[in-house]
């Protein structure tokens, strides 16, 4: 039996002697490569913190102490040694393990998160109620360096350190957040990395301190030399800053080096007040394919663990929006000089690595930080730049105030493009798209489209690039499209606050948003041949809608049935049934769309079907309604 067999949680890891644990990582980390290579997933960040991992289960006593990791890319070694090895192989699937950590699948999971920067704010939280509540046990934030692009980790830190809390963070630090991060943190924990000499001094004074006690002698003599450390500390010490904030600083660490790490963590656990750990990891460790493209293999779809080719995926029809956007947006760059490229710490999964590529000068990462980056474009809007701001649906949720004050209420023409949006598949309930419609529906002043193939998205860009009155939103699926590649030069913009009658009918009609029209067709077949007439419209301007056709549909049909990729509440089908109530209310209307709960990771297909956002579903819609009374009355 593999010593990882062996281990049924953290009590076992506990029990190990320190000499084994290397062993136990190095088989934690075969397990990852091997299982992730069947179902995808975050694999890089997983590998980076194997040796972590086992040192801080093998030096706190978990769940009694409250270890709180960031995101939760980092958690698959985490869920390996909290109790679910064993169901490992369900990871990301529909009723299986989720990608990141989840506060009802495991004790052990005491926060879970998608987005990044949360550790620091959600654990100093845990710290405070321990103390309100006169309760004893450690509270450890596991910060990723990448987090550290993002303004809430430094809000925590603010607040944390001048606390005189019991409060540990350990920063992780692997220079990549996704992509290699930018700035000057990255800079700054980089001078940390190279600077042996402050270190050696300052363990030398240290020593100082310590000998000078022995010697001189009395509580005078300490404070002496701890004055005497802390002003040197103040001129030379690389972690200053985190010194300044009231925090301890102790590092840089060797995150692979286990006998290291445990010294270091049952040193701080013996001490009092806010204390920082600074470990060195290296993403992707220990598989030779990840180590050299860390980027490539933060998340990844199913592969061979031999040579990283990635598994047949068993889907045809066209390439990945993702792709579309990015090209089309390179090659309109050349006719539209003023337009520059922001992305938040996401280049190649928002497409914006294309334009890089081309348009380097034009090209702006702003590392993990959406708000900035909404900001940060209205600023460039002024001065007559056209900043498209390529984020996913669910990341910008986190820029919402930036979005309204910022861009919105001054009426400046930042374009967003969100990928990621509607049912978002594997990644789950923290990365799902689907309020974006809800949300940017509420802005003033917005524009907000969905393209139904990739040519229309592309249309809809040049429509973008030439509206100059107010901000204007796109937003697109994790998923192919369903035609082939268009030439962006030789696709036209749409015409702005325009639909498009996709089939002419009678009697019912299926208003259908962006990637919904396709199954909008397909039940229209359907229902056709069950003696049907439906009118299918590409309602591709959420906000305006076309009222002129919009009218026309209400007077000519007796059925609607509104289709999103999206929640029902607040969402397009809403805006549309406050318009046919006004103008006619004996018309029925139903909408079609995702529910108001939760979603949990299952595949994007599996995920519509579940919700009816299928063209069985569509059809199913239009029968119920067409049912109730017959279609000939009035």
């Given at each position: 039996m593999s010593l990882l067999e062996s281990i049924a949680g953290p009590e076992d890891i506990k029990a190990l002697p320190p000499e084994q644990l290397q062993e136990l990582a190095d088989e934690v980390r075969q397990r990852l490569i091997e299982v992730v290579s069947e179902t995808g997933g975050h694999i890089g960040a997983g590998l980076g913190v194997v040796e972590l991992t086992v040192a801080l289960l093998h030096s706190f006593d978990s769940p009694t102490d409250k270890i709180v990791w960031d995101v939760g890319h980092q958690g698959y070694p985490w869920k390996v040694l909290t109790g679910r090895n064993d169901r490992l192989p369900t990871l990301r699937r529909k009723?299986?393990?989720?990608?990141?950590?989840?506060?009802?699948?495991?004790?052990?999971?005491?926060?879970?998160a998608g987005h990044a920067g949360t550790s620091v704010s959600a654990a100093f939280g845990m710290a405070t109620a321990r103390d309100m509540k006169g309760e004893s046990f450690h509270v450890v934030a596991v910060l990723g360096d990448g987090a550290m692009t993002c303004g809430l980790p430094y809000e925590g830190l603010n607040n944390a350190g001048h606390s005189g809390r019991d409060f540990i963070i350990v920063l992780n630090d692997n220079g990549m957040s996704i992509a290699p991060n930018v700035g000057a943190m990255s800079r700054y924990l980089g001078s940390i990395i190279a600077s042996p000499v402050t270190n050696r001094l300052r363990e030398r004074i240290k020593g100082l301190i310590e000998r000078t006690s022995k010697v001189v002698g009395g509580q005078r003599a300490v404070d002496l030399a701890r004055?005497?450390?802390?002003?040197?500390?103040?001129?030379?010490?690389?972690?200053?800053?985190?010194?300044?904030?009231?925090?301890?600083?102790?590092?840089?660490?060797?995150?692979?080096?286990?006998?290291?790490?445990?010294?270091?963590?049952?040193?701080?656990?013996?001490?009092?007040?806010?204390r920082i750990i600074h470990v060195m990891t290296e993403k992707g460790k220990g598989f030779p394919l990840a180590e050299p493209h860390p980027e490539k293999f933060h998340a990844r779809n199913p592969y061979d663990p031999a040579t990283g080719v990635l598994r047949p995926a068993g889907k045809g029809g066209g390439v990945a929006w993702t792709k579309v956007f990015g090209t089309a947006l390179t090659e309109l760059a050349a006719?539209?000089?003023?337009?520059?490229?922001?992305?938040?710490?996401?280049?190649?999964?928002?497409?914006?690595?294309?334009?890089?590529?081309?348009?380097?000068?034009?090209?702006?990462?702003?590392?993990?930080?959406?708000?900035?980056?909404?900001?940060?474009?209205?600023?460039?809007?002024?001065?007559?730049?056209?900043?498209?701001?390529?984020?996913?649906?669910?990341?910008?949720?986190?820029?919402?105030?930036?979005?309204?004050?910022?861009?919105?209420?001054?009426?400046?023409?930042?374009?967003?493009?969100?990928d990621r949006a509607g049912m978002v598949g594997a990644d789950g309930q923290t990365h799902i798209g689907l309020y974006d419609i809800a949300y940017m529906l509420a802005v003033p002043n917005m524009t907000v489209t969905q393209p139904r193939n990739g040519a229309e998205l592309v249309g809809l860009l040049r429509c973008a690039m030439e509206h100059t009155d107010g901000p204007f939103s796109l937003r697109y699926p994790r998923d192919s499209t369903p035609d082939e590649m268009p030439r962006p030069a030789e696709v036209p913009a749409v015409p702005y606050g325009t639909w498009e009658i996709l089939r002419e009918g009678s009697e019912c009609a299926i208003l259908a948003v962006g990637v919904m029209c396709e199954p909008a067709m397909e039940a229209a077949d359907m229902l056709a041949r069950e003696g049907f007439d439906p009118t299918v419209v590409n309602c591709r301007f959420i906000k305006p809608m076309d009222e002129t056709m919009l009218h026309e549909i209400v007077n000519d049909h007796r059925v609607l049935v509104t289709v999103e990729d999206g929640m029902v509440v607040n969402g397009f089908g809403a805006c549309v049934a406050a318009t046919v109530e006004s103008l006619a209310p004996e018309v029925r209307l139903g909408l079609l769309g995702a529910p108001d709960r939760t979603f949990d990771h299952a595949g994007r297909a599996e995920q519509l079907e579940e919700v009816g956002l299928t063209s069985k579903g569509i059809a199913a819609k239009v029968r119920v309604l067409a049912g109730e009374e017959s279609l000939s009355t009035a």
């Open positions: 009723e299986g393990l989720s990608g990141f950590l989840r506060r009802d699948e495991s004790e052990h999971d005491i926060f879970g004055n005497i450390e802390e002003s040197i500390k103040n001129l030379w010490s690389p972690g200053m800053l985190f010194e300044e904030l009231g925090f301890r600083y102790f590092g840089p660490i060797d995150g692979h080096d286990i006998p290291a790490m445990l010294k270091t963590l049952e040193l701080v656990k013996e001490l009092d007040g806010p006719e539209y000089p003023e337009v520059v490229a922001i992305t938040a710490a996401m280049p190649s999964g928002t497409g914006t690595d294309i334009f890089q590529q081309t348009w380097p000068e034009r090209f702006i990462d702003v590392g993990i930080a959406e708000g900035h980056a909404t900001t940060f474009a209205a600023g460039l809007a002024t001065q007559g730049i056209r900043p498209v701001v390529a984020i996913y649906s669910t990341f910008l949720q986190r820029a919402y105030d930036n979005i309204i004050h910022d861009v919105a209420i001054q009426k400046l023409p930042v374009i967003f493009c969100m």
